[in-house]
């Protein structure tokens, strides 16, 4: 990982690229059941299925519990 961007995140810390499928949703649980606080990230960069992708990511968010940001690029 980036130094910068590691050096940022409090230890305990992760951030998961929330794509709402079921590779990021796993991973998100899994460092959830860790112990460690887990926030979503969602990437809009113009992808042609924005909107079934932002909906699974914000479902996905919710089951697990976790916050979900939006980064538009």
């Known amino acids: 990982m980036n130094e910068s961007v590691h050096s940022t ?3 305990g ?4 690229l929330l794509s709402g499928g079921l590779d ?3 991973c998100a649980h899994l460092l959830g059941q860790s112990g460690g606080s887990v926030r979503g990230l969602f990437v809009a960069y113009g992808q042609a299925a924005f909107e079934p992708e932002r909906r699974a ?3 996905v968010a919710a089951h697990l ?3 979900l ?3 538009m690029v």
């Open 69 to 71: 940001s939006e980064l």
């Open 9 to 11: 995140l409090p230890p």
């Open 57 to 59: 990511a914000t479902d």
């Open 65 to 67: 519990g976790i916050g």
């Open 24 to 26: 990021s949703a796993a």
């Open 13 to 16: 810390e992760a951030i998961v």
